[in-house]
């Protein structure tokens, strides 16, 4: 199994949910959060004054999948987040080693 983190930018989360559910995707967990990377935040008026905005509004998305769909997940994603311009995002695939239903007790890809 595998564990697929994606950081993309929040108007894309839409097209981004819809395009995993085309490919039969049924679980996923998202967070608002902040960051930056190569961007470095920007610049922004308010009230005639300057001031710069370090971290920039996320989302990031947690799926955790059988290793035969990471790849089509991971094209989902990043196809449907992409702009093409600079802060479209990261995503990272880490190994699962056990997945527990807490409500069943069902393991492995059977508690997906």
Partial sequence: MK??????KPFKLDEVKESL??????????SEVK???RQKGHTE???GAEYVVD???KIKME???SDDVAGKVVEAIEQSA???RIGDGKIFITPVEEVVRIRTGERGEDAL
């Avoid at 559910?21 to 998202?30: A, F, L, R, S």
């Fill in 3 to 8: 564990k697929i983190e994606a950081i993309i």
């Fill in 21 to 30: 559910n085309e490919i039969g995707i049924q679980g996923i967990t998202v």
């Fill in 35 to 37: 960051g930056f990377g």
């Fill in 45 to 47: 008026l308010y009230r």
């Fill in 55 to 57: 971290f920039i509004p």
């Fill in 63 to 65: 799926i955790i999948c």
């Fill in 82 to 84: 992409k702009t093409g």
